[in-house]
């Protein structure tokens, strides 16, 4: 079973930038199609950006797509997003998430998809 922690979060001005990411252990992420996940204040959970197990293809939600890159370095059990252009709307708990599988063109759609969560990470954009 593999553990995630994430990373990186914290408090930006908008049209800012940030790279957050999520490590893994206790399992090699390579096994894991990966995504992060959003909360933002009282809103559910949703998703961002997710990535093959290879990391040879991405999908991503309408509002992060073109501002944000979800990429993974398998070697070192970690998967990342950078997000630019940040604005102040895009603030909330940034989860990562990972579901086990043995496909390798497969990203992750939905939040039930997912076997395992990381505990988050804060990211707060100022106006």
């Known amino acids: 079973q593999v553990q995630l922690v994430e990373s990186g979060g914290g408090l930006v001005q908008a049209v800012g930038s940030l790279r957050l990411s999520c490590a893994g252990s206790?399992?090699?992420?390579?096994?894991?199609?990966m995504g992060w996940f959003r909360q933002a204040p009282g809103k559910e959970r949703e998703l961002g950006a997710s990535i093959w197990r290879s990391g040879g293809g991405t999908g991503y939600a309408g509002s992060v797509k073109g501002r944000c890159t979800i990429s993974r370095d398998n070697a070192k059990n970690t998967v990342y997003l950078q997000m630019n252009s940040l604005k102040p709307e895009d603030t909330g708990v940034y989860y990562c998430?990972?579901?086990?599988?043995?496909?390798?063109?497969?990203?992750?759609?939905?939040?039930?998809?997912?076997?395992?969560w990381g505990q988050g990470t804060l990211v707060t954009i100022s106006s």
């Open positions: 206790g399992d090699t992420v390579s096994s894991y199609y």
């Open positions: 998430g990972a579901r086990s599988g043995k496909f390798t063109s497969v990203v992750i759609t939905t939040l039930a998809a997912v076997d395992h």
